[in-house]
């Protein structure tokens, strides 16, 4: 990586991840869903981003929100979950080899191949920061209904903000 790439990534770091503590925090709607923009930069981390290097910002990332959530590791194991499906996605679906583009954005692979990565590494991030924040199967209905409507909703503002960032390529 590049050092301008560097510091791309670091600045998208930070606004991301004050936008969900300072706004983004307190807004739930009906206590059902709730958004989780953070998501957004583990998500288009570039593709030459190394394994080992991809779960440190993910622990670091998990951690940073745990501090400002009171909660006890809960979106660090969520982080580096997503960190895994992100490394097994990209591995099954994109030739490394061959491909010359850097980040997976809206813009470069397609919407078809962003809107169904996104969806999958929103949808296991939900899975494990709801049912380790709930950790009992007395309320597991409404813990899947929680992670349901919270991942639908950082689903579409993922797609929206990846929308507002669109660059078309010259081809």
Not at 16 to 45: C, G, H, K
Not at 68 to 84: E, N, P, R, W
Not at 128 to 151: G, H, K, N
Request: charged share 10%; glycine share 2%.
């Amino acid at each position: 990586m590049n050092s301008r790439l560097i510091i791309i990534n670091i600045i998208r770091w930070v606004v991301l991840i004050l936008v969900q503590i300072l706004l983004l925090r307190n807004l739930s709607f009906y206590n059902l869903a709730t958004p989780f923009m953070y998501v957004l930069f583990l998500l288009i981390l570039p593709f030459s981003t190394p394994n080992l290097l991809l779960y440190l910002i993910a622990f670091i990332t998990g951690l940073t929100l745990d501090t400002f959530y009171d909660t006890l590791g809960v979106h660090t194991s969520a982080c580096v979950a997503l960190a895994f499906v992100r490394i097994s996605f990209i591995a099954v679906s994109v030739n490394r080899d061959n491909f010359d583009e850097v980040e997976p954005t809206l813009s470069n692979m397609g919407f078809k191949w962003f809107a169904l990565y996104a969806m999958l590494c929103i949808l296991v991030h939900h899975l494990v920061l709801f049912l380790l924040e709930a950790f009992r199967f007395s309320e597991l209905s409404y813990t899947l209904l929680r992670c349901l409507f919270s991942s639908i909703f950082t689903l579409v503002t993922v797609i929206l903000i990846s929308f507002i960032f669109y660059n078309r390529k010259q081809r």
